[in-house]
């Protein structure tokens, strides 16, 4: 349980630090704003429910991708293909700044 506590401890503090910088600041937003938008074409154009949309749109893009939702229309296919490259490139510049926040927070305590 300590150790949860500590990793926990530096996440916040790396969240803290990394929220001091623009670009953190303007990724953070850009993945939202990704991830509202793909909720909402998908519950537009496929037609799922606002959870299953939410859903598959951040299991798409953190690549997690479980399968167990997949589009049926042609244009949601295509859509899919250019979320994909655009939100893991979104998410692995975001979850490098926390990485490398992380990395300061742990230089800084030693």
């Known amino acids: 349980m300590n150790s949860f506590a500590l990793n926990a401890l530096l996440l916040l ?3 803290a ?3 001091r910088n623009p670009t953190f600041r ?3 937003v850009l993945a939202i ?3 509202l938008s793909g909720t909402v074409f998908y519950r537009s154009v496929e037609g799922w429910s606002w959870v299953d949309a939410l859903y598959f749109s951040a299991t ?3 690549t997690v991708g479980l399968g167990d ?3 049926q229309t042609d244009f949601g296919k295509l859509f899919t293909v250019v979320y994909i490259f655009v939100g893991v ?3 692995v510049a975001l979850f490098a700044q926390f990485a ?3 990395l300061n927070v742990q230089q800084e305590d030693e």
Do not use: D, E, N
Request: charged residues 10%.
């Open 13 to 15: 503090q790396a969240i």
């Open 17 to 19: 630090r990394s929220w």
């Open 26 to 28: 303007a990724g953070l």
């Open 33 to 35: 704003a990704l991830l």
């Open 60 to 62: 798409t893009m953190s």
């Open 69 to 71: 939702l997949s589009p």
């Open 89 to 91: 490139g979104v998410f």
């Open 100 to 102: 490398r926040a992380m």
